[in-house]
């Protein structure tokens, strides 16, 4: 009786797992992500929201986080942040 139950579960979750999929739409790629160390951000890396709309919850984020207001970040804007973390580190 053990075994099958088990059994159950190892199915249930192996189906619960296709179901799996990752998201390129996160926060590390959403324009309104502030990354804590912008020069070497990740998927796992912590940072603010910085939303107009989410800024008042103060909310720190992961790189591999998403909601509903994400819009993808352009290279400029990419460029810009990473330019100016390098120039406060000299
Ligand atoms: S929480 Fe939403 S708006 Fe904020 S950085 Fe992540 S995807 Fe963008």
Redesign the pocket.
């Known amino acids: 009786m053990t075994e099958e139950k088990e059994d159950n579960n190892t199915s249930t979750n192996s189906s619960m797992m296709k179901r799996v999929t990752w998201q390129s739409?996160?926060?590390l790629s959403?324009?309104?992500?502030s990354p804590s160390d912008p020069l070497n951000a990740d998927i796992l890396s912590t940072g603010k929201?910085?939303?107009p709309s989410?800024q008042k919850f103060k909310?720190t984020?992961s790189g591999r986080?998403?909601?509903?207001?994400?819009?993808e970040i352009s290279q400029e804007q990419i460029d810009q942040m990473q330019e100016k973390a390098a120039g406060a580190e000299q």
């Open positions: 739409e996160n926060c959403c324009k309104w992500f929201c910085v939303h989410l909310l984020v986080d998403w909601c509903n207001l994400f819009v």
